[in-house]
């Protein structure tokens, strides 16, 4: 379920939401499991997931994806959902994403869970609450410590991932002109290649001067320049340093999409270093898979992955769970990212959803 898509339609819209097929694969995720009776499910998804509206297969009534699954599977599973940010779990990127765990209710470990107030998803381990701070974009990649690359030189510079697109003069000037280290973007930039630094409005896509292109997201239409049309809060913008990254995407190889410029080089980050930030474990190896289809495709599979280290500390939570226990490690029901996704299901994480 697509949270990026234009024309996608109101979020209470079930007639939109159901345009896209994909929205309602709960219902195979629901067949599947009714036949192979696993002893959990556990579904990711964005925020949306939880919320969005389609149209029911059988009775054509509004219902999001996460309730079909929870109503397609009852009353043989006990359903938690939880929203939470993947940053406040050691994963130094922000990652907004929603879970939905359904747990087969003959589990002794799932009573056990319930008696001791707790939900099937790991505990909370960094952020301003909490010890341990967030992980910055600085430290995962001074971590990572690949090296500087250079978008005029990409096809050469760098080996196997730790490489990036080779730009035009044009849009490596844009970047260029972004201050390093500012977390700012292009589109408030006010320099012209020919005469340097001038006096612009906000809307401006032209120098006052020469006519030129301002460094700004701008294309020329009928022989004018007018700035490129997108999203002017996130695009064309470099990642801030002193935070966790941006959210690693499947477009994490254009410059146009969401905060993909690296925080002072003037690039997107490389494969290696988004494989990095969503913790991928340093000796994983893709196979052929970039000979064979392409960086496009890699940053693809990166981007859409679960970030491994939070799938060890949710699978940790749920194989206690499975050998007959209720783990420490496990949330609270209490905790405002298992409450506030229960109160959006219609969901009472206290007890068992007869």
């Known amino acids: 379920m697509s949270s990026a898509r234009s ?3 109101l979020a209470n819209d079930p007639d939109a939401g159901s345009r896209d097929e994909r929205n309602l694969l709960v219902d195979v995720v629901a067949n599947v499991a009714t036949e192979l009776q696993p002893r959990t499910v556990v579904v990711e998804n964005v ?4 919320t969005r509206k389609v149209r029911h297969p059988d009775t054509a009534e509004p219902i ?4 079909l699954l929870i109503e397609r599977l009852d009353p043989d599973y006990e359903s938690f959902a939880m929203r939470a940010d993947l940053a406040d779990f050691g994963i130094p990127q922000t990652r907004k994403r929603a879970f939905l765990v359904l747990v087969r209710r003959d589990e002794p470990g799932l009573q056990r869970t319930l008696a001791r107030g707790r939900a099937p998803f790991p505990e909370p381990t960094h952020g301003p609450e909490l010890t341990q701070p967030h992980v910055t974009l600085k430290a995962a990649l001074a971590e990572l410590g690949a090296g500087p690359l250079d978008s005029e030189a990409a096809a050469s510079a760098g080996e196997g991932l730790h490489c990036v697109p080779v730009w035009d003069a044009q849009r490596r000037f844009m970047v260029e002109s972004i201050p390093p280290d500012s977390g700012a ?5 006010s ?3 020919q005469c340097g630094p001038v006096n612009v409005r906000r809307d401006a896509a032209c120098c006052p001067l020469c006519r030129g292109p301002l460094a700004r997201p701008v294309v020329q239409h009928n022989g004018r320049w007018r700035l490129i049309r997108g999203f002017h809060n996130s695009s064309y913008r470099r990642m801030h340093p002193d935070r966790p990254a941006a959210t690693i995407t499947t477009a994490t190889g254009r410059s146009g999409s969401d905060n993909t410029l690296h925080p002072s080089e003037h690039r997107v980050l490389s494969m290696l270093e988004c494989q990095h930030l969503q913790t991928f474990p340093a000796e994983f190896r893709w196979g ?3 000979e064979r289809y392409g960086h496009t495709s890699l940053r693809a599979m990166i981007g859409e992955a679960v970030p491994p280290q ?3 500390l949710h699978g940790r939570v749920l194989a206690s769970l499975l050998r007959g226990h209720a783990a420490r490690s496990a949330i609270g029901v209490d905790n405002p990212r298992v409450r506030r996704a229960a109160q959006s299901l219609m969901l009472d994480a206290t007890q068992t959803n007869s």
């Not at 925020?47 to 939880?50: K, N, T």
């Not at 999001?64 to 309730?67: D, G, K």
């Open 7 to 9: 024309g996608r339609g």
């Open 47 to 50: 925020l949306a997931f939880l």
């Open 64 to 67: 999001s994806a996460a309730r």
């Open 185 to 189: 973007g292009a589109w408030s930039n």
């Open 191 to 193: 320099n012209c290649e």
């Open 288 to 290: 052929d898979h970039l």
């Open 310 to 312: 939070f799938t060890e």
